[in-house]
């Protein structure tokens, strides 16, 4: 691997015994449309992964149901065998339907059949972190996890799953979650725009579990306020980029797994998550979600 010629932001965070980067890399986006398919320039997406690794990034996110299949697939070409650094995280609970859409798939079968899917695909012998996702593909929904749970820590009993998370899940799941087993990380939707976490993100800090936003810029719906454009064109920089400096800045366990499918894209997310916010910039954009958040 060549030497970094980008300074990575944010430093490294610990998850459970996994030193990673706070800047990852979300590698959703390298499938088809729709998450669908395969990529369009499939030596790109290869590129795509080698370049995030030569940059320093230790945390990559995926999902065999990216594609399905095609994201591991992708990853396990452009970087096996893995450096000794790197830390793949995956997903379970949700699959692929024909239409596109993502079922979901708890069932205790349904997971075990998902983990040795991983473990194929990325031509692993163990998972690092596995993920249960909860809810469905409107958000999340309330319910015991504990079954489901219970399934993955029977596989990490077995020694095929390293450390478990939970994905989508409800304050009162990962309550849950930890009275079941350990957890070293929380992925939720969460971003400048949607700050219902913020409370969850404080608890997590204190018992230092990593709280991991997907759709950091707003996914499908990219983030828009006069209040982030302002502070943009004060720092000659882009809303995205403030962006993500601000999800950095908003509390140490937050890590980032910002997807694209360019190079020059990952290096400008890298480069503008580095941006230095000021106390006024902050106070700016910390208003922007106020609206979302939680008022009981």
């Known amino acids: 691997m060549s030497t970094p010629s980008l300074s990575l932001p944010g430093g490294t965070w610990t998850l459970g015994d996994l030193t990673v980067t706070r800047f990852g890399y979300g590698a959703m986006q390298l499938a088809g449309p729709r998450v669908m398919g395969p990529p369009a320039d499939h030596e790109g997406a290869l590129a795509v992964l080698r370049e995030a690794v030569d940059l ?116 009162e799941q990962v309550a849950e979650a930890q009275s079941i087993a350990p957890i070293v990380c929380v992925q939720n939707m969460y971003n400048l725009a949607h700050r219902h976490d913020d409370t969850l ?43 993500l400096a601000w999800l950095l800045q908003r509390s140490p366990n937050i890590l980032l797994i910002p997807g694209t499918s360019a190079t020059a894209h990952l290096r400008e ?13 902050l106070a700016k954009l910390n208003n922007i979600g106020v609206g979302s958040m939680p008022t009981d």
Do not use: C
Request: charged letters at 20%; glycine letters at 8%; aromatic letters at 4%.
């Open 269 to 281: 997310n890298i480069a503008g998550a580095g941006l230095a916010l000021s106390r006024e910039d």
């Open 201 to 243: 993100i404080d608890r997590l800090a204190a018992d230092s579990v990593a709280y991991v936003p997907f759709f950091p810029l707003g996914g499908f719906t990219p983030l828009q306020s006069s209040a982030l454009s302002a502070v943009a064109a004060r720092l000659e920089s882009t809303p995205m980029s403030v962006a």
């Open 56 to 171: 320093g990034v230790t945390h990559i996110d995926t999902s065999d149901a990216y594609g399905p299949r095609v994201t591991n697939e992708l990853i396990r070409q452009a970087l096996h065998p893995y450096p000794e650094s790197l830390h793949i995280v995956t997903k379970v609970g949700a699959t692929r339907d024909a239409q596109g859409g993502w079922p979901t798939a708890r069932r205790p079968e349904d997971l075990r059949r998902q983990v040795h899917d991983n473990l194929r695909s990325l031509r692993l012998d163990v998972l690092d972190l596995v993920n249960l996702r909860l809810g469905n593909a409107e958000g999340r929904r309330p319910g015991s996890l504990a079954e489901a749970f219970g399934t993955l820590v029977d596989l990490q009993q077995q020694g095929l799953i390293r450390h478990l998370g939970v994905s989508n899940a409800t304050e």
